[in-house]
């Protein structure tokens, strides 16, 4: 097997967790780590034994030995580093978003079709077993026409109002933050399980502290709240919550939640369905479980299982029944499909694309606009 050449670009927490998903992928080799600061890159590169530490990602794409590129940078970053890179003739797999604004977004779209190269937005979280197996429930008619869809994306990281990190300054993550870090998330999972699109939608969002504190050394994240009061004082202009009501496709109806200052809830995602025949209930807290209801005949709850998963999820389990699946294995599952794609060119696309990651900012955009508006927002494709 040919080996295939990657370079990740950003040393932070994505970095680091692209870095060690993709040592698990069969025929990959992470053979540079660019950081904004080089110590950086190299400390990451040394750990992980990749000798090759850049400064400047264009030294990277540069480098014609190189195949493909992850961009785990800032968000402001994304669009010019895939832009870049896709001129350079990389394949792309980006973080989400996929950049800051949906004309830039498109642009990108544009540009890797024209380049006919393979490109991914990282919605990880369709990778499951268990949303996998909500997803080809659906697709078997198993739950009949879906009449609601409902949930939340739930943090507590940002809890505390000294808390800080780079995704508070639209600056550096554009103008939304709880719906476009995670609240992207939710509506990706909903419209793939669901197959449905969200047509309009009614956003509400809000700013608990109009403040905070800014420390003057870098903080990681997820590690927010063991920072201390010292600092600079700046107004924020991105969001602490968010809901959503929504129309879809077919007339069903739903709502959502998503916050990062839930006291308790370190990272809960929970998706339920409910249609004519069944409903289906998930929470990513709970990775292996399902849960199904019945309105005739008891409930269940689900373990996850490879052998009882529908044949077209199987293979989004690797470990047997009793052995958890969680939030690190779902990069290995998408990573490794996006490789076998540039591997053998006429394999499926089974991961999602820069058009999903458009579709993503096409959402939050209307979410914008129906919060600025108070009024009800249609939402067209991209």
């Known amino acids: 097997m040919k080996r295939i050449r990657t370079a990740i670009l950003g040393t932070g927490f994505m970095g680091r967790v692209h870095l060690e998903a993709l040592r698990r992928v069969e025929g990959v080799e992470v053979v540079a780590i660019v950081g904004r600061e080089l110590a950086s ?21 540069s480098d014609a030995s190189i195949d493909a590129v992850h961009i785990c940078t800032p968000n402001a970053l994304h669009y010019p580093m895939a832009k870049d ?13 996929l950049s800051t604004s949906v004309e830039t977004a498109a642009e990108i779209v544009r540009l890797a079709a024209e380049r006919n190269l393979r490109n991914c937005v990282c919605q990880n979280l369709r990778f499951y077993p268990m949303v996998q197996q909500m997803r080809r429930m ?40 709880t719906m476009g870090d995670v609240g992207t998330h939710w509506f990706d999972m909903a419209e793939h399980v669901t197959g449905l699109r969200v047509s309009s939608l009614c956003a509400d969002l809000q700013i608990f502290y109009p403040t905070r504190t800014r420390p ?3 903080v990681e994240t997820f590690t ?19 809901s959503v009501l929504f129309h879809m496709d077919g007339g069903a109806r739903g709502a959502m939640m998503a916050s990062q200052m839930a006291a308790g809830r370190k990272n809960q995602l929970k998706m339920e369905i409910y ?20 309105p005739d005949s008891a409930n269940h709850l689900y373990i996850k299982d490879p052998t009882l998963l529908k044949e077209q999820a199987k293979s989004y389990a690797d470990l047997p029944c009793g052995h958890s699946e969680g939030y690190d294995d779902v990069f290995k599952q998408i990573f490794r499909r996006f ?8 394999s499926p696309v089974e991961y999602p694309q820069m058009s999903d990651g458009l579709r993503q900012l096409v959402l939050m955009d209307a979410e914008l606009k129906s919060h600025r508006s108070r009024r009800w927002v249609d939402v067209e494709n991209p």
């Open 85 to 97: 890179a896709l001129l350079a003739g990389k394949h792309v797999l980006c973080e989400k978003p």
């Open 41 to 61: 890159a190299q400390s990451l590169g040394a750990g992980f034994g990749v000798e090759r530490s850049e400064a400047d990602y264009r030294n990277v794409l």
């Open 224 to 242: 927010a709240k063991a920072v201390t009061a010292s600092g600079e004082k700046v107004v924020v202009d991105t969001e602490d919550f968010g």
């Open 216 to 218: 003057t050394t870098k």
């Open 275 to 294: 249609g004519t025949k069944a409903s289906v209930s998930w929470d990513q807290e709970r990775p292996d479980e399902l849960w199904v209801g019945h």
């Open 138 to 177: 659906r697709e078997d008619g198993d739950l009949g026409r879906i009449l609601i869809v409902q949930g939340n994306y739930l943090q507590d990281w940002l809890l505390d109002e000294t808390a800080w990190n780079w995704r508070i300054d639209s600056k550096a993550a554009g103008q939304s933050r």
């Open 339 to 346: 490789y076998a794609s540039i591997r053998d060119q006429g």
